[in-house]
C-alpha cells in the first residue's frame, strides 16, 4: 500500500500548495528537472480546473511504480456540473470561462497516460500518470490494472484501513483490511494484517485469515477479505470476515462475494473460502464499510470501461461515509493482444 496525499482544492491558495505538495512526491521519487516540471503543470492545470469549474474539488496525488520505474498517479474528483461533450472540452481553444482553454489538452499531451470520466450535473473525474522515466514499449501494455482509493476518516492522521496485492504471471493475490474503528490502533491493526499477508502469499485466502486470526489477537483487531484470481484455472477465490465488500462485473452479469462476520483477532465463528468462476476481462471490487453500499456502476455510463483507478474514485467520491476510514480496490483483467 501507498500513502495518498489528499489535497482539498476550492480556492486559488490551494493550486499553488497542491503544485509544491507533488512537486515534493516527485523530487522523491527521482524525477528529474524537467519531469518535475510536467508534474507542477499537470498538478496546476487541473487544480486550475477544479478552482474555476467545480465544487467540493479533490485531488488525490500518489506514489505507483510499474516494472521497477517510480510514477506519480494524479486522480482529481469534483461534483461540478460535468461536462455534455469531452472531446469538445479537450480541444485547445476550447473554454466555458473566457481563459485561454488550453488545460485538458495541456494535462493530456504532459501525461503518460490519461483518462477522464464526466456526467452532468453529477460530476467529473480525471486520472494522470507520469512516470521518473519512460516505460520501455516493449512492457507498456499490462496484464491487469489495479486502482486504489486508502484514506482516513476526516480528522485523523493516520487511516485504519490497509490493503495489499501480489501478482505474478499466474495470479493477483489482494487483501483489503479495516482496523476496529479508527486511528492509531486501528492503523496498528489493519498493518498486522498486511504483514500476514505478505508472509504468506503462497497460501490459500483462507488459511491467511486463519493465520492473522493469531496474529491479531494483540492488537483491537479487524475485517479482513482476501481475493484471489487464477487466470490459467479461471477462477477466483475468496475468504471475508466482517464488513469488507466484493463485487465481481464481466461482460455477462455480476456476483457478490460472501464475508462472514467476526472480527479477525477478536471473535471468529467461522472462516470459509468460496470459489467462483472468473471470467476473463473481468472487474473486481472491493471496499471497507467506509464506503456505502448502495452504489450501482450502472448509474455511470461507461464507467465500467474507464481504468480501476477512476472507478475507485467515483465510488469514494458519491458514497463515502464521513465516520469512518475507507478503502476501495479495483482490479481489471485487460484482455492479451
Same mark, same amino acid.
Given at each position: 500500500?501507498?500513502?495518498?496525499?489528499?489535497?482539498?482544492?476550492?480556492?486559488?491558495?490551494?493550486?499553488?500548495?497542491? +503544485?509544491?505538495?507533488?512537486?515534493?512526491?516527485?523530487?522523491?521519487?527521482?524525477?528529474?528537472?524537467?519531469?518535475?516540471? &510536467?508534474?507542477?503543470?499537470?498538478?496546476?492545470e487541473?487544480?486550475?480546473?477544479?478552482?474555476?469549474? @467545480?465544487?467540493?474539488?479533490?485531488?488525490?496525488?500518489?506514489?505507483?511504480? &510499474?516494472?521497477?520505474?517510480?510514477?506519480?498517479?494524479?486522480?482529481?474528483?469534483?461534483?461540478?456540473?460535468?461536462? +455534455?461533450n469531452?472531446?469538445?472540452?479537450?480541444?485547445?481553444?476550447?473554454?466555458?470561462?473566457?481563459?485561454?482553454?488550453?488545460?485538458?489538452?495541456?494535462?493530456?499531451?504532459?501525461?503518460?497516460?490519461?483518462?477522464?470520466?464526466?456526467?452532468?450535473?453529477?460530476?467529473?473525474?480525471?486520472?494522470c #500518470?507520469?512516470?521518473?522515466?519512460?516505460?520501455?514499449?516493449?512492457?507498456?501494455?499490462?496484464?491487469?490494472?489495479?486502482g486504489?482509493?486508502?484514506?482516513?476518516?476526516?480528522?485523523?492522521?493516520?487511516?485504519?484501513?490497509?490493503?495489499?496485492?501480489?501478482?505474478?504471471?499466474?495470479?493477483?493475490?489482494?487483501?483489503?483490511?479495516?482496523?476496529?474503528?479508527?486511528?492509531?490502533?486501528? @492503523?496498528?491493526?489493519?498493518?498486522? @494484517?498486511?504483514?500476514?499477508?505478505?508472509?504468506?502469499?503462497? +497460501?490459500s485466502?483462507?488459511?491467511?485469515?486463519?493465520?492473522? #486470526?493469531?496474529?491479531?489477537?494483540?492488537?483491537?483487531?479487524?475485517?479482513?477479505?482476501?481475493?484471489?484470481?487464477?487466470?490459467?484455472?479461471?477462477?477466483?477465490?475468496?475468504a471475508?470476515?466482517?464488513?469488507?465488500?466484493?463485487s465481481?462485473?464481466?461482460?455477462?452479469?455480476?456476483?457478490?462475494?460472501?464475508?462472514?462476520?467476526?472480527?479477525v483477532?477478536?471473535?471468529?465463528?467461522?472462516?470459509?473460502?468460496?470459489?467462483?468462476?472468473?471470467?476473463?476481462?473481468?472487474?473486481?471490487?472491493? #471496499?471497507?464499510?467506509?464506503?456505502?453500499?448502495?452504489w450501482?456502476?450502472?448509474?455511470?455510463?461507461?464507467?465500467?470501461? &474507464? #481504468?480501476?483507478?477512476l472507478?475507485?474514485?467515483?465510488?469514494?467520491?458519491?458514497?463515502?461515509r464521513?465516520r469512518?476510514?475507507?478503502?476501495?480496490?479495483?482490479?481489471?483483467?485487460?484482455?492479451?493482444?
Amino acid at each position: 500500500m501507498t500513502h495518498t496525499l489528499a489535497l482539498p482544492i476550492v480556492e486559488p491558495s490551494q493550486a499553488g500548495e497542491a +503544485r509544491r505538495s507533488a512537486i515534493a512526491l516527485a523530487t522523491h521519487l527521482g524525477f528529474n528537472q524537467t519531469e518535475q516540471g &510536467k508534474v507542477g503543470i499537470v498538478v496546476t492545470e487541473i487544480a486550475n480546473n477544479l478552482v474555476h469549474h @467545480a465544487k467540493n474539488g479533490l485531488l488525490l496525488v500518489q506514489a505507483i511504480a &510499474k516494472h521497477n520505474i517510480h510514477g506519480l498517479e494524479i486522480l482529481a474528483l469534483d461534483t461540478g456540473p460535468g461536462m +455534455r461533450n469531452i472531446s469538445e472540452c479537450m480541444r485547445d481553444g476550447f473554454s466555458t470561462r473566457g481563459t485561454a482553454g488550453n488545460g485538458l489538452g495541456a494535462i493530456s499531451r504532459l501525461s503518460s497516460f490519461f483518462d477522464i470520466s464526466s456526467i452532468p450535473d453529477i460530476g467529473t473525474a480525471i486520472l494522470c #500518470h507520469l512516470w521518473a522515466s519512460p516505460i520501455p514499449t516493449n512492457l507498456s501494455s499490462d496484464h491487469l490494472e489495479l486502482g486504489v482509493v486508502c484514506l482516513p476518516k476526516p480528522g485523523e492522521e493516520v487511516c485504519g484501513d490497509a490493503w495489499a496485492c501480489e501478482i505474478s504471471q499466474e495470479r493477483i493475490l489482494v487483501l483489503v483490511a479495516d482496523g476496529l474503528g479508527h486511528g492509531s490502533l486501528a @492503523a496498528q491493526a489493519s498493518t498486522e @494484517a498486511v504483514r500476514v499477508f505478505q508472509e504468506n502469499v503462497h +497460501r490459500s485466502p483462507q488459511e491467511i485469515i486463519a493465520a492473522a #486470526h493469531q496474529a491479531l489477537r494483540s492488537t483491537r483487531g479487524a475485517a479482513v477479505a482476501i481475493a484471489e484470481i487464477n487466470f490459467a484455472h479461471q477462477s477466483l477465490r475468496f475468504a471475508g470476515v466482517g464488513n469488507i465488500a466484493g463485487s465481481v462485473f464481466w461482460s455477462g452479469g455480476k456476483y457478490n462475494l460472501v464475508s462472514y462476520n467476526g472480527t479477525v483477532g477478536c471473535e471468529v465463528h467461522k472462516i470459509r473460502e468460496f470459489t467462483h468462476q472468473w471470467y476473463p476481462g473481468g472487474l473486481l471490487i472491493m #471496499h471497507s464499510d467506509g464506503l456505502g453500499t448502495q452504489w450501482r456502476l450502472e448509474r455511470y455510463p461507461g464507467l465500467i470501461h &474507464k #481504468h480501476p483507478s477512476l472507478i475507485a474514485g467515483v465510488l469514494y467520491r458519491d458514497f463515502f461515509r464521513l465516520r469512518d476510514d475507507v478503502t476501495v480496490l479495483v482490479v481489471r483483467e485487460n484482455a492479451l493482444p
